[in-house]
């Protein structure tokens, strides 16, 4: 099955600055790459995701990379603020326009210093 | 509306109740899932209903027992669970199967979960 791993498990950065978030997977049927913010008390909730036929996507201040041939995908976090604390997941998925499996990787704390 | 609403938020439960847990959304989806979240931890995958059926049983114990009453409304009954069991219950909803063609993602949303105390 998919193992995804994701680095690193804490990220502090000052307000303004970026923050990346790393991710690896090693199934190559995987093809749907969704990110995942989860604050303290709520459920995951979408922010970016890719699929293969894509290298990159930005959505204002978050941008997604992906490197099919070696099997990794980026967050990038541009100008962080505050409210961007909170944990990240990535996850892999065969898009298989069914029941999409997620598997997520293990998480990020993402803090901002003000 | 994106909205998954899960019900109760908090339960708290002794080894030998028997309890339920609820999930209702009114986006249309088809295809809905229940993940167990511990501490510190990813969500992990349960069961997945597509279309009321039961689709995906990632090999969850039997004290566990899901029930898709129709495509709006996910349940999970619960009975003799162990304290090892303690976690956030997570539901989600996605449209279920697409065609190809479509262009649509298969996006799954989250309620904010059940955190399940067991005593």
């Known amino acids: 099955g998919e193992n995804v791993e994701q680095h690193p498990s804490t990220l502090s950065v000052q307000e303004g600055d970026s923050a990346v978030i790393k991710c690896t997977y090693s199934d190559s049927a995987s093809n749907y790459f969704p990110w995942y913010k989860q604050e303290l008390g709520k459920g995951p909730q979408l922010i970016i995701d890719?699929?293969?036929?894509?290298g990159e996507k930005k959505d204002q201040r978050i941008a997604v990379t992906l490197n099919k041939t070696a099997k990794h995908f980026s967050l990038h976090i541009t100008e962080t603020q505050p409210e961007d604390s909170a944990v990240y997941f990535c996850?892999?998925?065969?898009?298989?326009?069914?029941?999409?499996?997620?598997?997520f990787g293990t998480g990020t704390r993402l803090t901002i210093i003000p | 509306d994106t909205e998954v609403t899960q019900t109760p938020k908090h339960l708290v439960m002794g080894m030998t109740n028997k309890k339920s847990l609820k999930c209702e959304q009114h986006?249309?989806?088809?295809?809905m899932y229940w993940y167990k979240q511990k501490a510190k931890k990813p969500p992990e995958l349960m069961f997945v209903?597509?279309?009321?059926?039961?689709?995906i049983n990632e090999s969850v114990p039997s004290r566990f027992s899901p029930e898709c009453p129709n495509s709006s409304l996910l349940n999970l009954h619960l009975h003799a669970l162990q304290p090892e069991d303690s976690a956030l219950y997570l539901c989600?909803?996605?449209?279920?199967?697409?065609?190809?063609?479509?262009?649509?993602?298969?996006?799954?949303?989250f309620g904010a979960g059940t955190r399940l105390s067991v005593l």
């Open positions: 989600a909803s996605s449209q279920g199967i697409l065609r190809r063609s479509s262009g649509k993602k298969n996006i799954q949303y």
């Open positions: 996850a892999a998925s065969p898009a298989n326009f069914g029941n999409e499996k997620l598997t």
């Open positions: 986006m249309g989806h088809r295809a």
């Open positions: 890719i699929r293969s036929n894509v």
């Open positions: 209903y597509s279309y009321e059926k039961l689709s």
